[in-house]
């Protein structure tokens, strides 16, 4: 089990750190990520992914229709080749390229695709979450 410290936004919101790797590994950037168990995609700002080299102009991209506050738009689904965050780390991992509202102050969402290989507990008194792979996951972990 791995426990990880997070914090808790005036607004109740859970942020989390999160390191992305470019796509031929040559650099990485921290990010803030807002843990969300309603979102069915992690997402991930398009900027901070063309920064590292994802290629978002590419027409055969994988796109689903993304359901936001504005209604429903395309977005484009990517491979990233590293995400570290909560503890776990995975490679190839799918995500969501989308903006979110500048007054969230996040980088992405991290999202059930993510969540669902593990059991998750949150404890709000110490600002903690625990996190237990689930051995049927589809990603790759890596140490």
């Known amino acids: ?10 607004d109740g919101l859970i942020m989390v750190p999160a390191k992305i790797h470019a796509l031929d590994h040559s650099k990485h950037v921290t990010i803030d990520l807002i843990l969300d168990t309603g979102a069915s995609f992690t ?10 080299g994802y290629d978002l102009s590419d027409t055969n991209l994988s796109k689903i ?5 504005s209604g ?6 990517i491979n990233v080749s590293r995400l570290s965050v909560i503890g776990q780390t995975f490679e190839g991992m799918e ?3 989308s ?6 102050y996040a980088h992405g969402l991290l999202g059930a695709n993510f969540l669902s290989c593990f059991d ?6 110490k600002y903690i979450i625990n996190t237990e792979p689930i051995p049927s996951t589809i990603f790759s972990f890596t140490p």
């Open 1 to 10: 089990m791995s426990q990880t410290r997070f914090q808790l936004r005036p």
């Open 43 to 52: 997402t991930i700002n398009p900027d901070i992914l063309s920064d590292l």
């Open 65 to 69: 229709d993304f359901v936001t506050a």
């Open 72 to 77: 429903i738009t395309k977005v484009d689904i």
């Open 95 to 97: 995500i969501a390229a």
């Open 99 to 104: 903006y979110l509202p500048v007054e969230t």
């Open 120 to 125: 998750i507990s949150i404890s709000y008194s």
